[in-house]
């Protein structure tokens, strides 16, 4: 493993305990993949799929919208909200018993990532409580608001997967979290608790089997809102309509985690609840480390989407490379971020960390061109 740094902190973030709840937005974007035709006034019910998106509300189509989807942009149904909520869907209901039953359920609800992960037999189950991103709160509130869920959760999968090593790894600055989950860990005998320094890329599958001494092949691993999803969809047999995302950055006057409903736009949060202090800023989607910088007008809550992170924008310009090598010394993959950034090469290998853009002295958006993150906006 490659030495772990802690990320410097940022003084100008505020960060209010508050968690706000959002679930009556005045409409919703789904994005549609294929070619379902729509037409104004068209009636939309509550928890129906259209191309692996759900309605979080009901009401009628009034438009459509680019979104940013993936690093894309691509056509969402605009629905506005009838407030109703109607819906005519109607889910199982039978205990889950094995990974086959466990599969087939996740696929009605789209989690198609959490069915690869159970494709497998393994023998460690790992649940990660890890938020990597600087002060994305998401894991850690999960965890402190849903441990009975979460850990009930976990118990069921070491059952249906017959998996009996089960870590559950949680940073130690997390005290809430800890204090909480040992409460009540006494009746999970088989669910041991690990504590793991506060350094980034800490919960990377790599880093944290090195960690725990354990394989990384023989390992399964999920984070907490992972599992409070299979929680909500096979234990509850519930649609996955609301999810949590850390609102933060320094150019806002506070930074709030807020629960909110699939597909609310950005701006429309944005106006309800953030107080811009300055007028020059950039918004990046899942975090400042990891993220992308993007047009806000783009952005609906997705659930691939957990940090959204509003910086002033930044007068450092970029100098010339002083060919110090801490790009190189610090990637994770021992990619060589300034020569693809030279050669204009993007690197498959490459997991979108940021550590090499937050270590360049001549700040140089190497992640970009080695990850491939260009985002496409939209034309005029
Ligand atoms: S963003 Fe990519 S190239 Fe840069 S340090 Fe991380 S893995 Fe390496
Ligand atoms: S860290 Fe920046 S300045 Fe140093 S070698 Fe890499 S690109 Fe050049």
Known sequence: MKTLIKLEE??????????????????????????????????????????NYISSISGYVTGSKKVYLNKKLVNALEVTNDFKENSHIKRRKKKITNREELIENL??????????????????LIISCVDEEEYSINEFTR??????????????????????????AIKNTNAKSIK????????????????????????LKA????????????????????????????????????????????ALAKSFLINVKLGTSLNEIIKKYCKI????????????MQGINVNKEDIIITKEINTIVINKRQNNLTTECINCGAC????????????????????????????????CPANIDLKKVVKGDMYEEKEN
């Open 328 to 359: 190189y010394k610090i990637c994770p993959v021992s990619i060589n971020p300034k020569r693809c950034f030279f050669n204009k090469t993007i690197n498959s290998k490459c997991i979108g960390c940021g550590l090499c853009n937050y270590i």
């Open 180 to 203: 909480n989950v040992k409460s009540i860990i006494g009746s999970f005998p088989n669910i041991k608790i690990v504590l793991l320094p506060d350094n980034y890329l800490i919960s």
């Open 277 to 288: 202090k300055d007028k020059e800023y950039n918004v990046y989607v899942n975090g400042y």
């Open 10 to 51: 940022n003084p100008n973030i505020n960060m209010v305990g508050k968690i706000y709840e959002f679930i009556d937005p005045t409409k919703i974007y789904i994005p549609i993949l294929t070619n379902t035709s729509f037409h104004k006034n068209d009636y939309v019910y509550k928890n129906n799929y259209y191309s």
């Open 207 to 250: 880093n944290l089997c090195e960690f725990l001494n354990l394989k990384e092949e023989d390992s399964l691993l999920f984070n907490t809102i992972e599992i409070y999803d299979i929680y909500t969809t096979s234990i509850k047999f519930r649609d996955i309509t609301e999810k949590y995302v850390t609102i933060s950055g320094d």
């Open 143 to 168: 965890l402190s608001n849903n441990y009975d869920e979460i850990l009930m959760t976990i118990d069921f999968l070491s059952k249906i997967l017959k998996i009996k090593n089960i870590t559950l």
């Open 107 to 124: 696929k009605r609800f789209y989690l198609l990532e959490l069915i690869t992960k159970l494709e497998s037999n393994k023998k460690n």
